[in-house]
Every structure is written in structure tokens, then in C-alpha cells.
């Protein structure tokens, strides 16, 4: 069964940045960036300090949180304000879900006036990206007519950015298949990774 939520977060490779943990040891997604889907969902309250910090650090990030009726991305760089989209979502009648999203980003009435400053904010924001982004782009994927996660991932490709598909493995569930591995008997067929020596 699919996760109804995932979040993802890239940042812009500089050497030398002090990034908190996964995210080091994240792997490539596009020309100068690396990213990793988060192993747990976290409130949109602590993921935006996350991108923010991660941005501050590193000179640019980029938050993703797709749920079953709407995304949000938030894009932060040194140099500006975050921006915050929505994605999937009819703003008009937004589901209740997407009330924080929505409300983080500024959204109100019909969202007509954020739609054209969000996607202009955001173009100026991809600059940091491996591709910039022209704001119609940006802004034909800002209503409902595409699904959440289908509307994160073209956005996302036209960045030039994959968004990776696995986390990167907790050390501690790690550290407990190998000990499984290792406690089982040799002549169960399975594949161990480490020999008795």
C-alpha cells in the first residue's frame, strides 16, 4: 500500500556545509543538488525551519510535502524569502486539509493575485536551481487540474530535479538486519551479509 504523505527535501551542494542528519549523505538529484525523502512526516511547522536552516547552510533548499489532496513546497535560498506554493488543490474550495498549507503560503480569497506572485517569486527563486524557471510554467501547475504529487513532479522536473524515491536507511534498522541476518540459520537459504568468522 502506497504512504498517503511523503516528504522530501534537496539542497544545493556547497562544500564544506554543516547540514543536519540525513541529509549529507543524500544522493545526487540534479546538476549540484542532493536530496532525500524524510523518514518520517513532520508538522509543516518544523519542516519549514528545516528547509530554511538547510537553505542558510547551503545557499538553497527546497521542502516538499505531498498529501493525498494537495502539496506543499516551500523554496528557500540565502540570498530571499522563502516562497511557498500549493499545489493540486482548487483554492476556492480548498479541502480541509489543505487549511495550514494554504494559510503558510498566504492564500486567500480565490488565490488568483498569490498564484501570480507566488509563481514570480518562484522563478526568481529557481535561479538557484539547475534550471530557472519562468514564472508561466510555475504558474500553469498552481491549480487543481493536475494531482498533488503529479504537479510536485513536473515541477520538480522542470527544475531539473529528480525526487528520489527511497530514504536513506536508518543506521538503527540497519544495525538490527544485520544482527537478524547473522543470528539465522545458514541453512535457510537466505542471503546474510556478514560471515561468522
Known amino acids: 500500500m502506497e504512504p498517503t504523505e511523503r516528504q522530501w ?3 544545493r551542494v556547497v562544500p564544506g556545509a554543516m547540514l543536519s542528519a540525513p541529509l ?21 511547522d518544523q519542516l519549514d525551519p528545516l528547509v530554511i536552516e538547510t ?10 510535502h505531498i498529501a493525498e489532496s494537495y502539496a506543499y513546497l516551500i523554496a528557500a535560498a540565502r540570498d530571499h524569502e522563502p516562497v511557498r506554493l500549493v499545489l493540486g488543490v482548487n483554492t476556492s474550495a ?3 486539509a489543505a487549511t495550514e498549507a494554504l494559510s503558510r503560503a498566504g492564500v486567500s480569497g480565490t488565490g488568483a493575485r498569490w498564484r501570480k506572485r507566488a509563481a514570480k517569486a518562484f522563478e526568481r527563486w529557481s535561479s538557484n536551481g539547475p534550471r530557472t524557471l519562468e514564472a508561466d510554467a ?6 487543481p487540474e ?9 515541477l520538480a522536473a522542470l527544475l531539473g530535479i529528480r525526487l528520489s ?3 536513506i536507511p536508518d543506521p538503527l534498522d ?21 560471515s561468522r568468522g
Open 174 to 194: 540497519l544495525q538490527s538486519l544485520a544482527r537478524r541476518q547473522l543470528e539465522e540459520d545458514p541453512k535457510s537459504g537466505r542471503r546474510r551479509w556478514f
Open 165 to 167: 524515491g527511497d530514504p
Open 138 to 143: 510555475v504558474l500553469a501547475l498552481l491549480g
Open 24 to 44: 549529507p549523505s543524500a544522493p545526487e538529484v540534479g546538476d549540484g543538488w542532493r536530496g532525500v525523502d524524510l523518514r518520517r512526516i513532520h508538522p509543516l
Open 55 to 64: 537553505a542558510t547552510r547551503s545557499e538553497a533548499a527546497l521542502g516538499v
Open 146 to 154: 493536475h494531482p498533488p504529487a503529479e504537479a510536485v513532479s513536473w
Open 9 to 11: 527535501v534537496g539542497y
Open 94 to 96: 480548498p479541502p480541509e
